[in-house]
């Protein structure tokens, strides 16, 4: 069955035709790091890294490349509210949406760029615009450059809007424009903004807008064409209409498919930060394990809408905590590794997943499998119990929820998985931990490090977080 891929720009499903046969490249647009990753903004890293597996499944060689914004008016300004460094605000919270993806089991991508270290492709790609007439410097001495929209006929095709429908942004800030609904591509240096936060550039020194930085990291990253552009929902109008936009009047033909994620609700609204209902991922590890997280947001098609609540995550828990069962009662002999080889995987897992990476109608495969194998536990039918048992490790690792691989840690899967609630204690001990030692609070640090030693608990700092082990 050919793989077949919702694409927003065509709204319909479509062939995943790549531009190089057997290669897939794709682009996802990663966070604004102004503060902690909530599981809304995890929903697409989890999406898109199932999405990555299946094409490494279906056997594309894959180049992912997922960006992060280090630098933008909200962590500028978040960071005046905190009194601190705009740097250290967007390393540190680059930081913590890199445990985030790591307790999700999201893998790293090809290479993660930041936008502070694109500034001369950013420059480059703004000067050919201006050069071939779709974008001007302001006239009023401000240092901005804007890209002109209504040279460019084609703007809108991606969200399906037409240019006089559209409405300026109510935060726009209208200065300097010929029209209103102009997108700024730089912004020239004020002086109540820090010094640090500003490049030399030819219109003077100042910092890039928003969505010249995914077009350039996409370009030099990527080339002028590639495969797939992913974000989210919310991104589609304005931020992925101006990156095609500049993208394609700069002469680069950019992304051939389009995929967004939805969003995750709470009370009906978008889980954001500035509604104050986010959830941010290590609160949610204080109750659950990362496994069963991920194994809830996978579980709903990535373009459905997901009403978040903690008895729903607390019902997929338990579903998953059943796949566990099943796998731990299998007998001993049976193979622990080396199978994944030779194994296959239902042919009705493939379908679902080639139509639109279906994960709902995967997961019924994954649940029936399970099922019988317990079934055939009961029966005693061995073969029949290794062939389910090896299906259904199968289906796992590919949706990146294998109990047994190494990235989840001695806590989730093999012989040694504890039980949830010692690894929902030893992650909260954990994250008081790290909150301690950012504090510089060393006493208390090493006091939590030393209790969990006594209790047998070894912990091991790593650049992507602790780590522990059962001593």
């Not at 050919?2 to 190089?20: G, I, K, Q």
């Not at 504890?418 to 609070?441: H, I, K, P």
Request: net charge negative; charged share 25%.
């Amino acid at each position: 069955m050919t793989l077949r891929l919702y694409d927003s720009a065509a709204r319909e499903v479509r062939d995943f035709v790549p531009l190089v046969a057997g290669k897939a490249s794709l682009y996802v647009c990663g966070l604004t790091v102004q503060s902690e990753p909530h599981v809304g903004h995890v929903r697409s890293g989890v999406n898109f890294d199932v999405l990555q597996r299946w094409l490494r499944f279906r056997g594309y060689d894959v180049t992912f490349i997922r960006n992060v914004t280090d630098i933008d008016d909200k962590i500028l300004n978040k960071s005046a509210e905190q009194d601190r460094p705009w740097y250290n605000l967007a390393y540190d919270m680059h930081r913590e949406l890199s445990r985030a993806y790591a307790a999700l089991n999201v893998a790293a991508p090809t290479y993660e760029p930041a936008a502070t270290g694109h500034i001369p492709e950013m420059v480059e790609l703004i000067g050919e615009l201006i050069e071939n007439g779709h974008a001007y410097p302001a006239e009023d001495g401000s240092g901005d450059v804007y890209f002109d929209v209504r040279t460019w006929p084609s703007y809108g095709e991606l969200s399906g809007q037409r240019i006089d429908d559209m409405q300026a942004a109510e935060d726009a800030d209208p200065r300097g424009k010929r029209d209103a609904r102009d997108f700024a591509l730089w912004k020239g240096h004020k002086p109540t903004e820090p010094e640090t936060a500003s490049w030399p550039s030819p219109w003077g020194r100042g910092r890039p807008g928003w969505h010249i930085e995914c077009t350039a990291m996409a370009g030099k990253y990527l080339g002028p064409a590639f495969d797939i552009h992913g974000g989210g929902i919310d991104l589609r109008f304005p931020h992925h209409e101006n990156e095609q936009a500049q993208a394609r009047a700069a002469g680069r033909p950019f992304a051939a498919y389009w995929m967004h994620n939805a969003w995750i609700t709470t009370a009906g609204e978008k889980m954001s930060k500035s509604l104050g209902n986010s959830l941010t991922i290590p609160a949610v590890l204080e109750r659950f394990r990362g496994i069963e997280l991920r194994f809830y947001l996978v579980s709903a098609h990535y373009r459905s809408h997901v009403e978040f609540s903690f008895d729903a995550l607390e019902e997929a828990a338990a579903g998953f905590r059943r796949i566990e069962n099943f796998l731990d009662r299998a007998p001993a002999g049976f193979p622990r590794g080396g199978w994944m080889a030779n194994a296959g995987i239902p042919a009705a897992f493939a379908e679902a997943m080639d139509d639109d990476l279906g994960t709902p109608a995967a997961m019924a495969v994954l649940h029936e499998t399970v099922r019988d194998g317990n079934r055939l536990l009961t029966e005693k039918d061995e073969q029949g119990v290794l062939k389910a048992y090896v299906a259904t490790k199968r289906m796992l690792d590919v949706l990146g929820l294998d109990p047994a691989d190494p990235a989840w840690g001695p806590s989730a899967g093999g012989d040694e998985r504890l039980s949830g609630v010692v690894d929902a204690l030893v992650q909260g001990a954990l994250l008081r931990r790290t909150a301690a030692r950012e504090a510089r609070d060393w006493a208390a640090a090493d006091a939590i490090r030393d209790e969990l030693k006594a209790a047998g608990i070894e912990i091991e700092d790593t650049p992507q977080g602790p780590k522990w082990t059962v001593s």
